[in-house]
């Protein structure tokens, strides 16, 4: 058997860019696709998933699965830079790679599950403008998915104006209003795995105008966004992922979130 042959086939990105050469899944509980080939199964004992979660240095053999199973279920420990590998075992006890260590890992994955936390820091008057600064708190931030927006007071929950970020850092911005009275400011921010966070801060008229407390009737929102669903859609128990479509490699495998 060719070991090029077994591989993890590319999914789509979730929103946001992992490291370079890793995949972003917010789930720690993974399915991992099998087909072994009926003509080819007879000569398989079983197949191995290996996991190391140093880059290479140590694996550990944390799965397996028979030939005629269609996948092997992967439940990560926690958040973090995983590699994964697969070993084919044959009946005569030999095994393709027989060292998993000496070939490269099949995938990189980067679980995350943690939504960051955004941080409104200041919010302030300069003339005709308000300006906004803010922090994010992740391992893995996406300052590229950072949206600002704003609205007046009593505004409805479709008047949210996006605002263009225009600090280098992506951390702060500032924009005109347009209008004297207060305003509601809202940062949602995202991290690589596609983990959301929004927080809304309050901002005060200029010079005292009386209609900026009289607008201000409504319920300050949550400080944080509904969850975003996962890119790929959990397995349900018992269902069997279908087979990836391309020329039929003697094993195809695929990692999703169950």
Known sequence: MNYA?????????????????????????????????????????????????????????????????????????EDGLYW??????????????????????AQKLLIDTTSP???IRDTRREQESVVVEWSVEDSFPNDERTK??????????VSWKTIPITA??????????????????????EDQAGNTATQVSDVAGSGGNAATTALR????????????????????PGAQSPVPAGPAPVVDLTPKPQ
Do not use: C
Not at 87 to 104: K, R
């Open 5 to 77: 042959a077994l591989m993890f086939l590319t999914l789509g990105l979730s929103s946001g860019q992992a490291p370079s050469g890793y995949q972003a899944l917010k789930s720690r509980n993974l399915k991992l696709d099998l087909d072994v080939d009926p003509k080819q199964q007879s000569k398989v004992s079983h197949v191995e998933l290996f996991v190391s979660r140093d880059k290479g240095g140590v694996w550990e053999a944390v799965a397996q699965a028979k030939p005629t199973e269609k996948f092997i279920p992967f439940a990560a420990r």
């Open 217 to 236: 009737s409504e319920t300050a929102p949550s400080l944080i966004a509904p969850p975003t669903m996962p890119i790929i859609a959990p397995v349900e």
């Open 148 to 157: 600002v927006e704003y609205r007046l007071f009593g505004g409805s929950d």
């Open 168 to 189: 280098a850092d992506r951390r702060g911005t500032q924009f005109n209003p347009g209008s004297p009275l207060g305003v509601q400011v809202r940062v949602t921010v």
């Open 117 to 119: 936390v955004v941080k």
């Open 84 to 105: 994964l590998s697969m070993v084919v075992v044959y009946t005569d006890g030999t095994q393709e790679p027989s060292n998993v260590a000496t070939m490269p890992p």
